[in-house]
């Protein structure tokens, strides 16, 4: 029953009576419906469809209305919160940067944590465990209850499941949401309405035009780096992201790769062999 907290994750707070349509309006997943105690995953996009940055978002308890906890990359907290206030236009909303009072901890390979704070399932994939958000001082603790295993194992346990990273397995500002697999990872709502970006995502989703996509691979030797190239051959099919031994990920071009599969041609990353899983 490993516990980490998570230093690289930012917590923003998003209260008031219009928090709930303003949140609709903006990020990919469905947040009108969304219970306490449960959690989506989402993304803010530029206009042109791009990934500005992704999160986990779940209920706020709060007193003064609606509101949500964005669970996003903290080096990107200072950009969402500029950007959410850009849109914020008469919108009756409060949005805070908390990531200095509260933090956020993974717990995995246990039933439903019972500690204060607000509790939530990773709904990326049903085996990434549950997330913790309380008050910074109790963080240590929570993660020592659950065998304190520190953020290196969750990043193990990560990749392990194929889930991508944003800033290693695709770049923010230039991956589309179907080419960080956000679609296979319940990350975007295509039936919720309009919000920004939408119109991209829906026309790649309903074309099947996505060329390139972070996929699972399996490494048959050394651990590549990131940013290296994946190649089939003298052709570069892609980059190679987070990897672990024996596993990785790596965003690739699909038409590629599928030549190179059906040529009998094997690719490879650094020198080493890889296959996709």
């Not at 803010?44 to 940055?53: D, E």
């Not at 697999?181 to 309903?206: A, L, N, T, W």
């Not at 051959?233 to 672990?244: A, F, N, P, Q």
Request: with cysteine; aromatic share 6%; charged share 25%.
């Amino acid at each position: 029953m490993p516990g980490a907290v998570l230093r690289d994750r930012g917590a923003v707070h998003v209260v008031g009576p219009g928090a709930t349509a303003f949140l609709q309006n903006l990020l990919t997943n469905d947040v009108a419906a969304l219970p306490h105690d449960e959690g989506r995953y989402a993304a803010l996009l530029s206009p042109q469809g791009k990934i500005v940055a992704d999160m986990l978002v779940t209920p706020a308890m709060t007193e003064i209305g609606a509101g949500f906890w964005l669970d996003l990359p903290r080096a990107l907290v200072p950009q969402v919160v500029e950007a959410l206030n850009r849109y914020k236009l008469r919108a009756k909303v409060v949005i805070e940067d908390l990531s200095d009072s509260v933090a956020v901890v993974a717990v995995w390979e246990t039933d439903r944590p019972r500690v204060v704070g607000e509790i939530f399932r990773d709904p990326r994939h049903p085996d990434l465990g549950w997330r913790v958000i309380c008050v910074v001082s109790e963080a240590e603790d929570i993660a020592a209850r659950f065998g304190h295993a520190g953020m290196e194992a969750y990043e193990r346990w990560r990749i392990a499941h194929g889930v991508p990273r944003g800033g290693v397995d695709f770049t923010y500002g230039e991956a589309f949401p179907h080419e960080a697999s956000m679609d296979r990872f319940h990350g975007v709502d295509f039936h919720k309405g309009c919000y920004v970006g939408q119109e991209i995502v829906s026309r790649v989703e309903h074309r099947g035009t996505a060329r390139k996509r972070v996929a699972p691979v399996i490494l048959d030797g050394a651990q590549p780096d990131i940013g290296v190239p994946v190649t089939a051959g003298e052709i570069e099919v892609g980059v190679m992201g987070s990897s672990i031994p024996g596993r990785g990920l790596a965003l690739l071009r699909l038409d590629k790769a599928a030549d190179a599969a059906a040529a009998g041609v094997t690719l490879s990353a650094g020198g080493a062999p890889i296959r996709v899983a």
